[in-house]
């Protein structure tokens, strides 16, 4: 299973939607002050789907 | 290494202006990652544009981009194209905007078959004006327009299309974010009419009105009433019910407008 | 060395004029009694490399006009009475984002279908104010064929030079005779082109004019990447709220045009120096008005004409020179008095206007006006 080196969650241009919270396929993510936030790395299988739906280029996913 | 989409990217436009959750931006990188992977050079792409929500979107492109008035986009479109042939005209708009207003350049654009690709984004509303129903809005669905409930029936854009003889036709959705990318990258490569329709959520005008008001539900809905086309094929009238197919649903060569004119007229 | 003469219809002769011009492209929607102009551009722009489209309405030939326009091809389109109507939107939008084209009105009875086959010089504040919105207007007038295609070319030029739609307003009586017409040479008429502009891409600013109030444009695919919208913008070409601003890019607009007024405005002024009742009269009504003019002349009364060739902007100038100076004022027009009520501005009641009006589809008759001259019905 492929895994993320790192998310980077851009504060500034997270609109707060949560799409890439709810639609991660293993809840590694999670909401904080109204954005997203990583909540387990370890988890995070580099699926890539929270970087492409995020409507604001907010998220982005490094595979290690 | 995540994508860079800046390369198309307008400096300094970003944060856009959609709402949050807004399927639009979506739509936005699943379009930049297509043209990116054609490698087309950005000074030969225009992209023409009507006026709503979707209609913004040609402004955050680095390319020659034209926003035009409420369902014109084709008509603009036409011109540019049939001026100079080119350019790889991608024209877009909303539900209303192609469907509504603008139906008629829709229908002709498909007739005419002329090389231009054609990105309808339909969140089955009017957003921008606050959330009217459009020609696309489901019966029985809310909008500030229809406080019973729509009684209006409904466009399927993708079969209006193919029935006014647009030669490239999709649907997909924003759930669908690479496969989107990929029918984007056949609808652009295609020689005459192509249309992409793609299902996309407004939580602003429509989710709300709807009781679906979460974007990610918004998203999960797409996936759960769409069905590829093959699988499509196969199903009964009863298992279609309420779902719509995605995927590449008509496909054929025909002599392209520009070309055929130019032939005829001696032009070539 | 003798001119080339040929016999031509006016609508022949508007061709004439937009080949001269360099137009290599049109698009349109036919529509009486404009169509004759569309079927010759059918024919005549493939021979020179240039195309026609036949659109599904006029909304549609509008859109395609200026977008053949921003992808660098001067650009035609033509029509009447309602096809006008439906091309305000999008012309109001030609205005807005300074997109040179030329729209040929051949006027008609109205409104809607109103007297399709008929001539009409009702759209005169329409070409004005048809569309919404503050902007400026250019109008020409033609009265004879030979100036259906010297206006012609010059709406393309007035087009290009101050970047804006430029509307040939001519009804059906020019628009379907015919008359011997000079064939200019190239180089006996001027052609202007576009400003474009030469400076490094990333510096390009669509909207932000130089000294003479106008930006260069670039054609779509020239490497200048930029943004176009109806949208009030800045001079980057993006937009903005800032209401402030967009007033100043109106007015700036606005004065492309009323800084230029005396390149802008021809008049044609006949027997005025000594006249002591002035005939203010446009397009083919102006033809009626000249020859009561050389009736009224032959009697002895002292008339003269004031024949504007630009209906818009109004030739205030020229006009203001009679008010007070002159005994009467005569327009005649086939509306029920649409100039008439610039004269009154102009002139200030001084003297006061009196109009001919009539809107039945018939040419006014020169003897109508002798009549007015010599104070009769
Ligand atoms: C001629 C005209 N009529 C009405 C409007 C108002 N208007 C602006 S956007 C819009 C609807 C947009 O809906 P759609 O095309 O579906 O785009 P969306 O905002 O949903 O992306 C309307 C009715 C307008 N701008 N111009
Ligand atoms: S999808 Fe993007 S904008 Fe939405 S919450 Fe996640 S990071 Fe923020
Ligand atoms: S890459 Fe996939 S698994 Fe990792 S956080 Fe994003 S959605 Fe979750
Ligand atoms: S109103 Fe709807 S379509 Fe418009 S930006 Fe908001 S969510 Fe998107
Ligand atoms: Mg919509």
Request: aromatic fraction near 8%; glycine fraction near 10%.
């Amino acid at each position: 299973m492929a895994k993320a080196e790192k998310i980077e969650i851009y504060a500034n241009l997270c609109k707060g939607c949560e799409i890439c919270v709810e639609l991660c396929p293993v809840d590694a993510l999670e909401m904080k002050d109204f954005k997203a936030a990583v909540k387990d790395l370890d988890k995070c299988i580099a699926c890539m789907q929270c970087e492409l739906r995020c409507p604001d280029f907010a998220i982005e996913v490094y595979k290690k | 290494m995540a994508y860079d989409y800046s390369k198309y990217l307008r400096a300094g436009k970003i944060p856009h202006i959609w709402c949050p959750g807004c399927g639009y931006g979506i739509i936005m990188k699943s379009m930049i990652r297509a043209i990116d992977g054609l490698g087309w050079d950005k000074n030969e792409v225009v992209m023409t544009s009507g006026i709503g929500c979707a209609s913004r979107l040609p402004g955050y492109i680095d390319a020659n981009t034209l926003h035009t008035t409420h369902g014109r986009s084709l008509a603009f479109a036409t011109g540019v194209k049939v001026a100079n042939p080119k350019l790889k005209v991608i024209a877009m708009g909303g539900d209303g905007d192609m469907t509504a207003i603008g139906g008629n350049h829709f229908i002709h654009a498909c007739r005419r078959n002329i090389d231009i690709t054609c990105f309808v984004f339909n969140n089955y509303i009017y957003g921008m004006t606050g959330g009217q129903y459009s020609p696309t809005t489901p019966k029985g669905s809310r909008a500030t327009t229809a406080p019973y409930g729509n009684s209006d029936n409904q466009f399927d854009i993708a079969q209006l299309a193919m029935g006014a003889g647009a030669t490239f036709v999709a649907r997909t959705t924003t759930y669908h974010a690479v496969p989107m990318e990929k029918l984007m990258k056949q609808a652009l490569e295609h020689k005459g009419f192509s249309v992409v329709e793609i299902i996309a959520g407004c939580p602003t005008g429509y989710g709300r009105k709807n009781k679906l008001a979460s974007p990610a539900g918004m998203i999960e809905w797409q996936k759960d009433h769409s069905v590829a086309i093959a699988q499509w094929e196969k199903m009964s009238d009863e298992e279609k019910a309420g779902k719509f197919p995605i995927g590449v649903l008509h496909e054929v060569n025909k002599p392209e407008y520009v070309e055929a004119y130019d032939a005829n007229v001696g032009l070539s | 060395m003798a001119k080339k003469v040929k016999f031509l219809q006016g609508n022949e002769a508007v061709c004439e004029g937009a080949l001269y011009a360099g137009c290599t492209f049109y698009a349109g929607y036919p529509i009486t009694p404009s169509t004759e102009v569309a079927e010759v551009l059918a024919a005549r722009l493939p021979k020179i490399g240039g195309r026609f489209i036949q659109m599904e309405d006029e909304l549609a030939a509008m859109a395609a006009t200026l977008g053949g326009s921003i992808a660098g091809k001067k650009s035609l389109t033509a029509t009447s009475g309602p096809g006008m109507s439906l091309k305000m939107e999008n012309l109001g939008y030609g205005y807005l984002t300074e997109v040179p084209c030329v729209i040929v009105n051949v006027m008609r009875g109205g409104p809607s279908t109103g007297l399709p086959t008929g001539p009409g010089q009702s759209d005169v504040m329409q070409a004005r104010w048809g569309t919404h919105g503050d902007h400026p207007c250019i109008a020409l007038t033609p009265s004879t064929v030979q100036e259906q295609l010297n206006e012609t070319v010059r709406a393309f030029n007035l087009a290009e030079k101050y970047r804006m739609p430029v509307i040939l307003l001519t009804d059906e009586i020019i628009g379907h005779m015919r008359e011997a017409v000079e064939i200019p040479e190239p180089g006996d008429l001027p052609v202007i082109d576009r400003k474009r502009p030469t400076c490094d891409p990333k510096d390009y600013l669509p909207y932000k004019p130089e000294a003479d109030g106008v930006a260069p444009m670039a054609d779509f695919g020239s490497g200048y990447r930029y943004h176009i919208t109806g949208l009030n913008h800045l001079p980057d070409g993006f937009p903005s709220n800032d209401g402030k601003l967009a007033q100043a890019d109106e007015i700036r607009q606005q004065k492309k045009v009323d800084d230029n007024y005396d390149e802008i405005v021809v008049v044609d002024e006949m027997m005025c120096d000594d006249a002591e009742i002035l005939i203010f009269a446009f397009g083919s009504t102006a033809r009626s008005a000249k020859e009561a003019v050389q009736m009224a002349r032959a009697e002895g009364i002292k008339v003269g004409l004031l024949r504007p060739l630009t209906i818009w902007p109004f030739p205030d100038k020229h006009l203001a020179k009679y008010a007070g100076k002159v005994k009467r004022v005569i327009v005649p027009e086939m509306n029920l008095g649409q100039t008439a009520l610039e004269v009154e501005r102009v002139m200030k009641g001084q003297p006061a206007v009196e109009g001919i009006f009539q809107i039945d589809s018939e040419p006014i008759n020169p003897v109508t006006i002798l009549n007015k001259i010599k104070g009769g019905k």
